[in-house]
């Protein structure tokens, strides 16, 4: 019971929760359609702005013995509870796949596949609706946004390092494709939004959920608290400091993959196995807190992370061969943020400085760098998926 009248203020969490029941029934075209409900897949936490309920469905209606177009598909049902502003992944990938023709037509192994999409909203009187009555623009009217989708593969299904390599590496090809092409800032790069999807025999990293993106020009405006977006272990550093003013931009995303990518190797024995004790006081088990703590201490150990010199992680026999990937990321920030912060000081004392580029902390962060480690893995070329990538590594390696 949500006492709206005594409350001190908005509150800070949903107002609604998954009830549960095995059939579900929402708005399809001129009707509704129902799904049966098979098994939760994910729930969100500790994510900014949103509870996110990720269902098993299979199809449950009249036809579905070959005639109905959801026949033979593996399905998700997906329900989140966005302000009634924010824009559908569904009008995002829309534009994706407009695009997505000829050339580009590679990204779609790498974008989900969304088949329905819905918005319920909520009436007045309800708890919200009296909300929004008392506390007015400080409350964000909310609706609930559902869709199915093709039901894809976690990280965890993966069963070798290289395979693991070639998601990370995909996951960065679509996200720059995404910027560059349709515009649009994926934002909320974490562990659970990175999925595979298995087609004629191959694996495919799939940039998955991008219920928080915004499209690249619409991200200088807004306050501050629309730009701090992600799941808090793999949010960039800069966005846990209270003094951030945003914009979100593309190098942090990439920053977020590090910390994806760092996680996984260090915390975990091999893609598919639960967290473990230590089993030596050699590993490097700090990380596990990073799931737990709040921001003042993901900023602290981030930055040390970041500003380490010689900084070499301690890995899961498994995942060797990402120590390289590691290395040279950490220190691509690394030579990043000491060139902002040379950058920073020059201002503060009123000199003239060049221009430096944020987006990609003068190029020592960018994608061409990130690209340029990640497109090997142990000696072994991964999957350049688009032409363009293909040139541009031929203009970076040495021949
Ligand atoms: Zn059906």
């Known amino acids: 019971m949500l006492h709206y009248a005594a409350a001190d203020g908005p509150p800070s969490k949903d107002l609604f929760e998954w009830l549960g029941g095995s059939l579900f029934t929402f708005p399809y075209k001129d009707g509704t359609r129902t799904v049966r409900l098979k098994r939760v897949l994910f729930r969100s936490n500790g994510i900014i702005g949103r509870g996110t309920i990720v269902v098993r469905?299979?199809?449950?209606?009249?036809?579905?013995?070959?005639?109905?177009?959801?026949?033979?598909?593996?399905?998700?049902?997906?329900?989140?509870?966005?302000?009634?502003?924010?824009?559908?992944?569904?009008?995002?990938?829309?534009?994706?796949?407009?695009?997505a023709q000829g050339d580009h037509a590679w990204v779609l192994n790498h974008l989900p596949h969304i088949y329905w999409t819905f918005d319920v909203c909520f009436q007045v009187?309800?708890?919200?609706?009296?909300f929004k009555k008392r506390f007015k623009d400080d409350y964000e009217m909310r609706l609930m946004r559902g869709s199915i989708q093709e039901e894809l593969e976690p990280l965890s299904s993966l069963e070798t390092s290289k395979d693991c390599a070639q998601v990370f590496y995909d996951v960065v090809q679509c996200h720059h494709w995404a910027l560059k092409y349709p515009k649009i800032l994926h934002r909320d790069i974490s562990q659970g939004n990175i999925m595979v999807r298995e087609k004629d025999g191959e694996k495919y990293g799939v940039l998955n959920d991008w219920d928080l993106s915004s499209?690249?020009?619409?991200?200088?405006?807004?306050?501050?608290?629309?730009?701090?977006?992600?799941?808090?272990?793999?949010?960039?550093?800069?966005?846990?400091?209270?003094?951030?003013?945003?914009?979100?931009?593309?190098?942090?995303?990439?920053?977020?993959?590090?910390?994806?990518?760092?996680?996984?190797?260090?915390?975990?024995?091999?893609?598919?196995?639960?967290?473990?004790?230590?089993?030596?006081?050699?590993?490097?088990?700090?990380?596990?807190?990073?799931?737990?703590?709040?921001?003042?201490?993901?900023?602290?150990?981030?930055?040390?992370?970041?500003?380490?010199?010689?900084?070499?992680?301690?890995?899961f026999p498994f995942f060797l061969g990402f120590t390289m990937w590691l290395i040279n990321l950490q220190r691509a920030l690394r030579y990043g943020f000491f060139a902002l912060g040379y950058h920073e000081d020059f201002l503060r004392l009123g000199k003239q400085s060049k221009s430096f580029d944020q987006d990609t902390l003068d190029n020592h962060f960018s994608y061409e760098t990130v690209v340029s480690t990640m497109h090997r893995f142990s000696e072994e070329e991964l999957k350049t998926r688009g032409s363009e990538w293909q040139e541009i590594l031929l203009r970076l390696q040495p021949i």
């Open 57 to 99: 469905v299979e199809c449950n209606c009249d036809h579905c013995d070959g005639h109905c177009d959801w026949y033979g598909k593996k399905l998700i049902l997906k329900l989140s509870f966005p302000s009634e502003t924010r824009v559908s992944e569904q009008t995002f990938m829309d534009r994706c796949k407009a695009l």
């Open 125 to 130: 009187n309800t708890p919200q609706a009296n």
């Open 215 to 315: 499209w690249v020009n619409e991200q200088r405006d807004g306050p501050t608290s629309k730009f701090r977006t992600g799941t808090k272990p793999y949010m960039a550093h800069e966005q846990h400091s209270h003094d951030w003013q945003g914009p979100h931009r593309f190098r942090h995303d990439l920053e977020s993959l590090f910390y994806v990518i760092l996680l996984l190797v260090c915390l975990y024995p091999s893609p598919s196995a639960k967290y473990t004790a230590p089993m030596s006081p050699a590993q490097d088990f700090e990380y596990e807190e990073w799931h737990k703590q709040d921001d003042s201490f993901l900023v602290a150990k981030k930055s040390l992370v970041i500003n380490a010199h010689a900084w070499t992680p301690i890995v």
